[in-house]
């Protein structure tokens, strides 16, 4: 498809880990990026991996990229309170020099 | 963040009226863009520059015209608001390829 798609929404219980799942269009891209939105603020850059890679882990944030099936996973470990917020997944196409966003993801924490 | 201001933060005015919005950035970065955010569509694209005079439309840019004079400076201007274009607009400089973008705290545009 032309779209970039996330699920809209996620609840995750303090502690445990939260999947946010994203897939992508063009097998061509070159990176793929993980935004964080907190309400009334903008666009945090939380992570990203190159193509050519399958995983990335930063701290809590683990990034799985299967390019076969165009998917893009953001895992974060002991998900806490402070995670809550709208996560964006964002695919730079080749010869494109905007990126091209999902509708986000809306994650909620719950004690 | 990323040395980039927008302003205003806010601001509401009447449909029919001109508005611009100002970007400024102090990373002396080549590629600045202009997204709109509204629910359900995530982040689309209404202009970007690629340097000082070099301008380039985006997926959504009926209705805006963009400027740049200078490369800390980059103006988004509505010339007759309409409602449709009531949303949170948002600066971002850096890109493409292994250059991130990053972004500003967004304007927040309401046009009654």
């Known amino acids: 498809g032309e779209d970039v798609e996330q699920s809209l929404f996620l609840s995750v219980r303090e502690g445990d880990s939260s999947v946010i799942n994203c897939t992508y269009t063009d097998s061509s891209s070159t990176y793929l990026y993980w935004y964080k939105q907190e309400p009334g603020a903008g666009l945090q850059l939380l992570t990203y991996i190159f193509s050519n890679m399958d995983m990335k882990q930063d701290q809590r944030l683990t990034v799985l990229l299967n390019k076969k099936d165009k998917h893009l996973s953001l895992?974060?470990?002991?998900?806490?309170?402070?995670?809550?917020?709208?996560?964006?997944?964002?695919?730079?196409?080749?010869?494109?020099?905007?990126?091209?966003?999902?509708?986000?993801?809306?994650?909620?924490?719950?004690? | 963040d990323a040395g980039i201001t927008q302003s205003p933060r806010h601001k509401v005015t009447e449909t029919g009226t001109p508005v611009t919005l100002r970007c400024h950035q102090t990373e002396n970065h080549r590629y600045m863009y202009w997204y709109r955010q509204d629910p359900g569509h995530g982040l689309r694209l209404i202009h970007y520059s690629y340097g000082v005079k070099d301008t380039d439309k985006g997926e959504v840019s009926d209705g805006y015209s963009v400027s740049r004079s200078k490369t800390e400076d980059f103006l988004l201007t509505l010339e007759s608001a309409t409602s449709s274009?009531?949303?949170?607009?948002?600066?971002?400089?850096?890109?493409?390829?292994?250059?991130?973008?990053?972004?500003?705290?967004?304007?927040?545009?309401?046009?009654?």
């Open chain 2, 85 to 112: 274009q009531t949303s949170v607009y948002f600066c971002a400089i850096g890109g493409p390829d292994d250059q991130p973008q990053h972004f500003g705290d967004g304007t927040r545009l309401s046009i009654l």
């Open chain 1, 75 to 111: 895992r974060i470990a002991d998900t806490q309170t402070g995670d809550s917020a709208i996560y964006f997944c964002a695919e730079d196409r080749p010869n494109d020099y905007k990126l091209s966003f999902g509708a986000g993801t809306t994650v909620t924490v719950r004690a």
